[in-house]
């Protein structure tokens, strides 16, 4: 049982242009999400999260969507540029308890020049 | 990845020996996590501790033991290898707001 989606396993986007990584959940207890960045042969590193009490939330290139009736949220990255260039998970988690994440399959994003 | 020390980085066994990966953090961190990477799977959750002397389940426990002796140190043990146990594994720590700090993982092989 997949709580957490991430439909699309690769994304191939042109240098300067918008980036848009979509997940999508099924438990609708999870209240906040986050997004992790990882390159090869390194560990998962943070790179932005969502409360649910939210719809938007920016950082710079960065901007997470979340949808709570959708059950759906997205990471734009705009203007994309070739360090960009990973493996992007996201997760979720339950507010109470040991914040426990649930995390997607990953999307591949490739930023050609 | 600064702060969280994971040992070894690379690990070839046989089928039922056994094993020992260290994740130790300098982040002062209550909480501690052992996740699983697999191709097409994302990170899945094995054990985790809230607190020195305290572990708990996660989704894949099974054939794995975890120990939280010291604060700063989190053990995952294999006691009889399967290559079904071949994977990356990663240890992570979390202190609040629900982010975790993620080691640079150990990769398993198990011939």
């Known amino acids: 049982d997949q709580q957490v989606k991430q439909n699309s396993p690769s994304l191939s986007v042109q240098e300067g242009r918008i980036s848009i990584l979509n997940c999508d959940y099924t438990?609708?207890?999870?209240?906040?999400f986050l997004w992790y960045k990882k390159y090869p042969a390194e560990g998962p590193t943070f790179l932005i999260s969502?409360?649910?009490?939210?719809d938007k939330n920016e950082d710079g290139r960065f901007t997470v969507f979340l949808n709570k009736s959708a059950k759906h949220l997205s990471l734009h990255i705009v203007p994309s540029q070739p360090g960009d260039s990973a493996v992007y998970f996201c997760?979720?988690?339950?507010?109470?308890?040991?914040?426990?994440?649930?995390f997607g399959q990953g999307t591949r994003l490739t930023i050609n020049p | 990845n600064a702060g969280v020390t994971q040992t070894p980085k690379f690990r070839v066994l046989k089928t039922g020996q056994s094993m020992t990966l260290l994740c130790a953090q300098d982040?002062?961190?209550?909480?501690m996590y052992w996740y699983r990477q697999d191709p097409g799977m994302g990170l899945r959750l094995i054990h985790y501790?809230?607190?020195?002397?305290?572990?708990a389940k996660g989704e894949v426990p099974d054939g794995y033991n975890v120990s939280r002796l010291k604060k700063q140190n989190f053990l995952l043990g294999l006691e009889s290898a399967a290559p079904s146990q071949t994977s990356v594994y990663f240890c992570?720590?979390?202190?609040?707001?629900?982010?975790?700090?993620f080691g640079a993982g150990t990769r398993l092989s198990v011939l």
């Open positions: 997760a979720a988690s339950v507010i109470q308890g040991a914040q426990k994440l649930v």
């Open positions: 438990n609708s207890m999870f209240d906040y």
């Open positions: 969502i409360s649910s009490i939210k």
């Open positions: 982040m002062n961190h209550e909480y």
């Open positions: 501790s809230v607190g020195e002397g305290t572990t």
């Open positions: 992570a720590v979390g202190g609040g707001l629900y982010i975790q700090y």
